[in-house]
């Protein structure tokens, strides 16, 4: 299984963006989604999950600015982030868990995430 986030950029503050995380590989089934971020000399931390049955949870910083949203079809999730602060300058990484099939065909569940994508907002 591999994801493939995008969608990362400069922007200045008060714009938007769009990240797009995608999975690939031979998944059965993906279970909560998620965004996370990682600005410089900080730890990494949540930024937004999704549930399966569509549950959203946001950090404080983010609520009310950014959204969440998945297609299982496409094995995607999204994060609409508007009215961005210089704040919000990080990598951005997404995550998921995934049940998967291994070449034995037995089932196998895993936690995923992708390369990390970089916001920058500028002041």
């Known amino acids: 299984v591999q994801l493939q986030a995008s969608g990362g950029g400069l922007v200045r503050t008060g714009g938007s963006l769009r990240l797009s995380c995608a999975a690939s590989?031979?998944?059965?089934?993906?279970?909560?989604m998620g965004w996370y971020r990682q600005a410089p000399g900080k730890q990494r931390e949540l930024v937004a999950t999704?549930?399966?049955?569509?549950?959203?949870n946001y950090a404080e910083s983010v609520q009310g600015r950014f959204t969440i949203s998945r297609n299982d079809a496409e094995k995607q999730v999204y994060l609409q982030m508007n009215n961005l602060k210089p704040e919000d300058t990080a990598v951005y990484y997404c995550?998921?868990?995934?049940?998967?099939?291994?070449?034995?065909?037995?089932?196998?569940?895993?936690?995923?995430w992708g390369q990390g994508t970089l916001v920058t907002v500028s002041s």
């Open positions: 995550n998921m868990q995934v049940l998967s099939w291994a070449p034995d065909d037995s089932p196998v569940a895993g936690n995923y």
């Open positions: 590989g031979n998944i059965f089934r993906i279970d909560d």
């Open positions: 999704i549930s399966r049955g569509g549950n959203t």
